[in-house]
């Protein structure tokens, strides 16, 4: 009984933390959590022109696919956050 209670007040915390738009399960590629539970844009200058990238590609390519397949033949490396949620290159 004690579990399903508490519970039901963890559900309605995140609810509540959604609806002021402050709830991130999982933070996008390029972003990192900021000290006052906000997004900023990654400190990091390699990822961030690496999503820059992808984002020009697609316009130019017009499909994701396209971007994908002329990322692998450029050998480029993209950023990709982990389980742990820390960010990688794949």
Known sequence: MELAS???RAHEAMKLKAKRGELYMHVPISYVRTGDDGLGKDPNE?????IDLVF???AE???????YFWLGEQGI???AVTSAGSAERH
């Open 46 to 50: 390699r990822v961030r022109a690496a």
């Open 61 to 67: 390519l017009g499909s994701a696919r396209r971007v």
């Open 77 to 79: 490396d993209m950023p």
């Open 56 to 58: 020009r590609k697609f």
């Open 6 to 8: 508490f519970r039901q």
